[in-house]
């Protein structure tokens, strides 16, 4: 059984690690952090804010006097990270030196790819509306640096986060706004999964009759078309094979015995749904 020591004080006050936005009590919750999403990461995480929580909450002076002049004299993200966890002794060695390996693979990446990855953690826990305005102020980023002739990513990058607010708007159900961000990625990098996305936010909007004129119309894509209706036909029928569907569509159960169950069932998936349309909604 491995047991681990404390190091430090447990904070009054958490401090809320950047670009993250998870709120940590001690040294031990803020290692856990920093390795569970050290490719989100960047070097915002190296401010005064972070060394004062350590020194005054966490009551670690050694620590921050140490820091210090990784922050102020521009220090890399991985031996700023690497100091931490050697000092709190969290984890082992070869774990320490596995983290401080994700930060220097990643340090090649400029803020916008660091964010996007950010941004699109958020997209993963379905926190699609705070994902939609990130994408928003990474797209806007983008156009002034084009404006200004500065450097940026290739093409490659603008279209995936175009295509995953797509994806955003898509949970939440605005799939009309979806398929224009599909589109519009489609349209900036030539990606075909983005043209398919597009199909299926536009197989989501229209009607039945609608759609099958719009797909006539895009001869040209037939084959994406195609593997679309193939997928929907799969999930619909992965759907009908579910425990929630076939209680649901149980004739017996609706009129036998079970009766009350079935409607117990039904509350129960509706609220689920609330509760994950809400979660999503939420900052």
């Not at 693979?105 to 996007?116: M, Y």
Request: proline share 3%; net charge negative.
């Amino acid at each position: 059984m491995r047991v681990s020591v404390c190091v430090g004080n447990y904070a009054k006050t958490p401090y809320c690690v950047p670009g993250l936005e998870m709120n940590v009590y001690c040294m031990e919750e803020l290692c856990y952090c920093l390795k569970e999403n050290a490719f989100l990461l960047d070097t915002s995480l190296m401010n005064d804010g972070l060394l004062h929580w350590i020194e005054q909450e966490c009551a670690l002076k050694e620590l921050a006097r140490s820091l210090h002049p990784l922050v102020h004299r521009q220090g890399s993200l991985s031996a700023f990270v690497g100091m931490i966890l050697r000092y709190t002794g969290f984890y082992t060695p070869e774990e320490s030196e596995q983290v401080e390996q994700v930060l220097r693979q990643g340090a090649g990446l400029s803020r916008i790819e660091k964010r996007k990855s950010q941004v699109d953690y958020l997209v993963g826990k379905k926190k699609y509306l705070s994902a939609v305005r990130e994408y928003d102020n990474l797209t806007a980023r983008w156009r002034e640096l084009e404006k200004t002739g500065e450097p940026l990513p290739a093409a490659s990058c603008l279209s995936a986060i175009l295509h995953n607010k797509g994806v955003a708007l898509a949970g939440l159900m605005l799939y009309d706004r979806a398929a224009e961000c599909f589109l519009e990625a489609f349209e900036t990098d030539r990606d075909p999964v983005c043209y398919r996305d597009y199909l299926a936010a536009m197989r989501m909007t229209l009607s039945e009759e609608e759609y099958v004129a719009f797909a006539a119309e895009r001869a040209e894509h037939y084959e994406h078309t195609l593997e679309l209706e193939k997928e929907l036909e799969q999930i619909l029928d992965e759907w009908e094979r579910q425990p929630e569907y076939l209680l649901l569509n149980s004739r017996r159960t609706r009129r036998g015995a079970d009766r009350q169950n079935y409607y117990e069932e039904g509350d129960r998936l509706i609220q689920a749904l609330k509760d994950s349309y809400r979660n999503s909604v939420s900052n």
